[in-house]
């Protein structure tokens, strides 16, 4: 009964998924950060990530707040591993600090278990 109910949000919200991804995209290209992966930081060389007030990402070295590098770590194929623009030194991304929130969160407070559903996924949507 449950699944039934999760399905027919999942198929109202169907519709929507595409232009929210096109949004996602458009802001990411504008240097917003959606906070889909934990900041970095370059063991070699120091060169770090931050997020400003406004939520755009931002690299720096020393001390924050530093000035923006202009510099922007790139995804590399491996999930989770980035290349950094300062000294092209592979850099793993931390842990997600959100699992053990989504751990805790796997049942409702009465034992009942939570269905999660990543819409995106079921449809065959990627950014």
């Known amino acids: ?3 039934a109910a999760v399905d027919k949000i999942v198929d109202g919200l169907a519709p929507l998924l595409p ?3 096109d ?3 458009r802001a990411e290209a504008l240097g917003v950060f959606l906070a889909d992966r934990e900041l970095l930081q370059c063991p070699d060389c120091g060169l770090m990530e931050d ?3 406004h939520g755009i990402l931002i690299t ?4 924050p707040p530093g000035e923006d590098t202009g510099l922007r770590f790139k995804p590399l194929v491996a999930e989770d591993r980035f290349r950094c623009p300062s000294c092209s030194a592979e ?3 931390p842990p997600d600090a959100d699992d053990d929130l ?3 969160a796997s049942t409702d407070g009465r ?3 939570v269905v999660r559903v990543d819409a995106a996924a079921r449809f065959g949507q990627q950014r």
């Open 1 to 3: 009964m449950i699944e």
């Open 19 to 21: 232009g929210l991804l």
């Open 23 to 25: 949004l996602q995209a």
């Open 51 to 53: 997020v400003t007030a």
């Open 60 to 63: 720096y070295r020393g001390e």
């Open 91 to 93: 850099v793993e991304a």
């Open 102 to 104: 989504d751990e805790m």
């Open 111 to 113: 034992g009942e278990k």
